[in-house]
């Protein structure tokens, strides 16, 4: 099993910045990709952006790109999104997740393991 608990959630003004943090404990899969997820209101879940634990290959969605960055410290277990350029569309719940597979994956039904999520309110 893994576990995943996101942070660093909160409300910020448009234009604002935020930092998310995804720390993952139980079995961390060194091959693993990370992804982060948003679901706003009424609308479906989506992808954000992904990476591969190990490093390499990196993912945005096109509406958060150069925007977003997703980083990760394999000594803590914890990856980040670090969101710059915030927009009232980006109000949403941010989800971590886990998928134990070397390919990365911009659909959600790949992913294994999912935190509870953090909430992240841009004003505009």
């Known amino acids: 099993q893994v576990q995943l608990v996101e942070s660093g959630g909160g409300l910020v003004q448009a234009g604002g910045s935020l930092r998310l943090s995804c720390a993952a404990s139980?079995?961390?899969?060194?091959?693993?990709?990370m992804g982060w997820f948003r679901q706003a209101p009424g609308k479906e879940r989506e992808f954000v952006a992904a990476?591969?634990?190990?490093?390499?290959?990196?993912y945005y969605a096109d509406s958060v790109k150069g925007r977003f960055t997703i980083s990760r410290d394999n000594a803590k277990n914890t990856v980040y999104l670090h969101m710059n350029s915030l927009k009232p569309e980006d109000t949403a719940v941010y989800y971590c997740?886990?998928?134990?597979?070397?390919?990365?994956?911009?659909?959600?039904?790949?992913?294994?393991?999912w935190g509870q999520g953090t909430q992240v309110t841009v004003s505009s």
């Open positions: 997740a886990a998928r134990s597979s070397a390919t990365i994956s911009n659909s959600s039904v790949s992913y294994n393991y």
């Open positions: 139980g079995r961390t899969f060194r091959s693993a990709t």
């Open positions: 990476n591969m634990w190990s490093g390499g290959s990196t």
